[in-house]
């Protein structure tokens, strides 16, 4: 692998290329017209701009990227996270292309983006799954049937959904008819494809995914898990690991079942598995994400092991070198997602300049961004502009770490969520650990 392409922007695309240079690997970024003066850019070797500022122009236009892939003599691409990272058809057009996509085979990808298709895969390999329907489903009757049988409340979420789009909750029949057809409209809107499932509605669960790196030659590890549960509409906002509500007995039979999903799948790559954990620590498979994840730095720096360069070596046909045995967790490791938006005002998106800058710093602090005083953040892509993640010997210190950093980050010029984090890490039952998926939204009603 000589030269890699990533086919992306932002903070993940700046991580991309610095895990490259220190691979002594060449990288060639592309962006959009409104992309002109961003920091991946600055950074790469190459820097070749694929359309204008709406996504579909540019970031989801495959044949701009293959072009410019071509034109600059990549032999790689990198997708990084959201856009073209998990759409088969674009990984199958590097394939045929000749150019090494990076990221599982594209039939992975498709078996695994299908929700309902890959749930019907872990059923029949014995992996827990939530009850719902058996696939995708046919009509408003057949919706109405299977939730009758399951009982309300249900769930309904587009088969080809992600990034909480395409997800309606149902406590009632009567809410039934106008929650499918929304829910098919967004389907359609945001993934070009309706089709959309059911399935029983887990009241206050955690979600806790499980990080897992496989390769060509059948070696499947799993790297521990991250508590995604604080959430807002449906999107990640805190992580953190080890999660507050995970023993050694259950992570161990999380992280094999993880493995079990992967093997199933046939899958190599960097890849996450996520579950639901309920109550009574019954766990769920929800769906596999076949990419890496926004909140890949926690398992980093949990478990000592670059992420990134364990994947670029998979793509290069490497063999991992690491056993299970030999992953080693330490640390106690909170992220949180530093947004352009006000979460007072329904988290409505705040582009603009920054026009002041302090990024915090210290012992246990870690800063993942694209972001520098005088840098105008577009209106057309998501609203988060940096990750914001520290570590300590204990969860109690990690927290101390994440209030102290916090207070130090100021971004002037436009509105962001770093107050809104403030007041969830003070809440006394954040500091406890005890919350679920529906803390933030509880929260707001009630007052942090």
């Known amino acids: 692998m000589n030269k890699i392409l990533i086919a992306n922007r932002g903070e993940i695309a700046v991580r991309i290329i610095r895990a490259c240079k220190e691979m002594n690997i060449k990288t060639v970024a592309v962006y959009s017209t409104a992309d002109k003066?961003?920091?991946?850019?600055?950074?790469?070797?190459?820097?070749?701009?694929?359309?204008?500022?709406?996504?579909?122009?540019?970031?989801?236009?495959?044949?701009?990227?293959?072009?410019?892939?071509?034109?600059?003599?990549?032999d790689s691409i990198h997708p990084g996270y959201g856009f073209l990272s998990e759409n088969a058809k674009f990984a199958k057009i590097c394939e045929e292309s000749n150019i090494k996509f990076i990221g599982p085979k594209s039939e992975v990808i498709d078996a695994l983006g299908n929700k309902s298709h890959s749930?019907?895969?872990m059923k029949k390999c014995g992996i827990p799954v939530i009850p719902g329907s058996d696939g995708s489903i046919k009509d408003l009757e057949d919706a109405k049937k299977i939730s009758k049988k399951i009982g309300y409340p249900v769930m309904?979420?587009?088969?080809?959904?992600?990034?909480?789009?395409?997800?309606?909750?149902?406590?009632?029949?009567s809410d039934l008819e106008r929650n499918y057809n929304l829910v098919k409209q967004e389907a359609k809107k945001s993934f070009n494809d309706d089709e959309i499932y059911?399935?029983?509605?887990?009241?206050?669960?955690?979600?806790?995914?499980?990080?897992?790196?496989?390769?060509?030659?059948?070696?499947?590890?799993?790297?521990?898990?991250?508590?995604?549960?604080?959430q807002r509409n449906h999107q990640k906002i805190i992580e953190e690991t080890p999660s507050p509500v995970i023993d050694e007995k259950l992570?161990?039979?999380?992280?094999?079942?993880?493995?079990?999903?992967?093997?199933?799948?046939?899958?190599?790559?960097?890849?996450?598995?996520?579950?639901?954990?309920d109550k009574n620590k019954n766990f769920y498979f929800m769906e596999m994400n076949t990419r890496v994840q926004v909140e890949h730095p926690i398992t980093e720096?949990?478990?000592?092991?670059?992420?990134?360069?364990?994947?670029?070596?998979v793509a290069a046909n490497e063999e991992i070198k690491i056993k299970q045995k030999q992953v080693n967790f330490q640390n106690y490791v909170i992220e949180c997602r530093i947004n352009a938006e006000d979460p007072y005002k329904n988290f409505r998106p705040c582009p603009g300049k920054i026009t002041g800058l302090n990024l915090p710093?210290?012992?246990?602090i870690r800063i993942d961004t694209g972001i520098y005083e005088g840098y105008t953040i577009p209106s057309y892509y998501d609203s988060m502009i940096a990750k914001l993640i520290v570590y300590g010997t204990s969860r109690n210190e990690a927290i101390a770490k994440l209030k102290?950093?916090?207070?130090?980050?100021?971004?002037?010029?436009v509105t962001t969520n770093i107050d809104f984090i403030f007041e969830i890490i003070k809440n006394p039952d954040f500091i406890r650990g005890n919350y679920d998926t529906s803390f933030i939204e509880n929260k707001l009603k009630n007052g942090l």
């Open 156 to 173: 309904l979420k587009a088969s080809s959904g992600g990034g909480g789009k395409g997800i309606r909750v149902v406590y009632k029949e």
């Open 198 to 230: 059911l399935e029983k509605y887990i009241e206050n669960p955690r979600h806790v995914e499980i990080q897992i790196l496989a390769d060509e030659f059948g070696n499947v590890i799993h790297l521990g898990e991250r508590d995604c549960t604080i």
């Open 251 to 277: 992570r161990s039979k999380m992280g094999e079942t993880a493995i079990k999903v992967a093997k199933a799948a046939k899958y190599s790559s960097l890849g996450t598995v996520e579950f639901l954990v």
């Open 301 to 313: 720096l949990r478990t000592n092991i670059d992420l990134i360069k364990e994947q670029i070596k």
């Open 119 to 121: 749930k019907e895969l």
């Open 37 to 74: 003066e961003s920091l991946h850019t600055k950074l790469a070797d190459e820097a070749v701009c694929i359309g204008d500022a709406p996504s579909q122009k540019s970031y989801l236009n495959i044949q701009n990227i293959i072009e410019a892939a071509n034109i600059t003599g990549s």
């Open 361 to 364: 710093g210290g012992n246990g």
């Open 404 to 413: 102290r950093a916090l207070e130090e980050f100021v971004i002037e010029g």
